[in-house]
């Protein structure tokens, strides 16, 4: 069966929240004593425990399903190595950027003495070499712009192959 990538990122961040509300619901096994805890199963009735539990259980099934196939999604578009590249073209950027405030901040010291014989000391970067980081800095930028652009293009469009369960569950759950 399939579901659009979108939906289907939606339906997770519905699932997640649905998560978070039931583990509230229910006493905690892991950081109060077992007699306590059964205590309060009992008084919000036991039938009632094990069901949402047992609903509990089911979402955080459903919520690895989906991330499953999401990954499955993205290995097969090519959305992780873009991923990737944007990282590393990120980083690339910083570098070059740092490099530059450093360079524009050592530029801007005429004289770390004070002393006029010693005026005109500069280690800046030249006009060519400026103009240089410019084209480098919009170049990379426009890369990053376009693979990010390429990966909302395959969300947007694309539908993600989801089991029949699971497209079951999320349907009961009115978030598809």
Known sequence: MKIKVKTLRRAETELLSEIQLLSGRLPSFSTEPLAKSLNE???IGLESYKN?????????TAKYDIRNSIS????????NDRTLKI??????????????????????NRSYYGD???EGYNIGCSQS????????????????QGLKDS?????ASNDVEITTELHK???DLSMI
């Not at 499955?72 to 959305?79: D, H, S």
């Not at 070499?129 to 990053?144: F, S």
């Open 151 to 155: 990966c909302n293009g395959i969300n």
């Open 72 to 79: 499955k999604f993205n290995q097969a578009n090519g959305i």
């Open 116 to 118: 006029r014989d010693i």
């Open 169 to 171: 569950f999320l349907t």
């Open 87 to 108: 990282a590393v073209l990120t980083e690339q950027l910083d570098l070059i950027e740092k490099s530059h405030t450093r360079i524009n901040d050592a530029s801007a």
């Open 41 to 43: 199963a009992r008084s």
């Open 52 to 60: 949402k539990l047992s609903v509990l259980q089911d979402c955080i």
């Open 129 to 144: 070499d400026l103009d240089q980081y410019r084209v480098e800095v919009r170049k990379i930028k426009k890369e990053i």
